[in-house]
């Protein structure tokens, strides 16, 4: 059996670094090249000590060079979108972890790979544990009125919600079928302290070193509140459902986003 060759597009990430760690464990993957702004040409050694391969800033050269079969992408949302571009153009499956993409970003994504015919997956949290929650949050959703979501990140992380939070909201509002009741306050000492609001769920941000990845959703009804909390401790955790997406890629024909499909989490249950 021929082994999926990947090209890891931000691979002196952090998560590209993840990234590359769990293809050298992975006897069915290989990472053939990498591609990062800060790439110079040089050779880059894999995590695990056992090889280099190519690293370069060129994406548009390095996929017509190295054939790979899977790109997968950990990067900001504004290079992914022109790499997404230039690897459906050479029939490069794409497995996409960067968060922060817009609705116009997901609308081209899935265009693009229904025009070719090639799959992506595309997801805002790998974490098999961000999967779960989402799922439950759909189920309770359906019972409460009022909802709000607190997400905690480490001080470095660029956007704003999350891109988890948000897909949260938008999933609950979808079982739900209508917006939640937001609790709105007449008199606020200082602007925007309830938080950003989407279809009546109230998102709120938290920015602090020490922390990595973690969520809180909180629903209310009379006399009671039902919480779901997410805490991931390590980029560990993403890396799974990143190489399971890798392999299943393959099987597809156009844009997957979220990873329920992959795991049989199946939209009726909700």
Do not use: W
């Amino acid at each position: 059996m021929e082994r999926v060759r990947v090209l890891v597009h931000g691979a002196l990430g952090k998560m590209g670094q993840e990234v590359l760690r769990s293809l050298c464990r992975d006897p069915e993957l290989e990472a053939v090249a990498g591609v990062d702004i800060k790439g110079d040409g040089e050779e880059l050694l894999l995590p695990d000590g056992s090889r280099s391969i190519p690293l370069s800033a060129d994406l548009e050269s390095t996929l017509s060079r190295y054939l790979p079969d899977v790109l997968v992408d950990f990067t900001t949302a504004e290079a992914t979108m022109p790499a997404v571009r230039t690897a459906v153009k050479h029939n490069v499956r794409l497995v996409i972890g960067t968060t922060g993409l817009s609705a116009t970003n997901l609308d081209e994504i899935k265009g693009l790979c229904q025009r070719q015919g090639i799959g992506a997956v595309v997801a805002p949290n790998f974490s098999l544990a961000a999967v779960v929650m989402i799922h439950l949050a759909k189920m309770a959703a359906r019972f409460f009125d009022y909802a709000e979501i607190i997400e905690m990140h480490h001080e470095q992380k660029a956007d704003a919600p999350s891109g988890t939070a948000l897909a949260t909201a938008r999933e609950m509002v979808r079982s739900r079928g209508k917006a939640f009741v937001h609790a709105s306050t007449t008199n606020e000492s200082i602007a925007s302290c309830r938080g950003g609001e989407f279809e009546g769920v109230a998102l709120h941000s938290v920015r602090l070193p020490g922390m990595l990845a973690h969520q809180e959703i909180i629903l209310g009804a009379s006399g009671q509140t039902l919480r779901i909390r997410l805490d991931q401790i390590s980029r560990e955790a993403f890396m799974p459902c990143v190489v399971l997406a890798i392999k299943r890629v393959a099987e597809l024909k156009e844009a997957v986003f979220g990873l329920n499909q992959l795991l049989g989490l199946e939209e009726e249950n909700c």
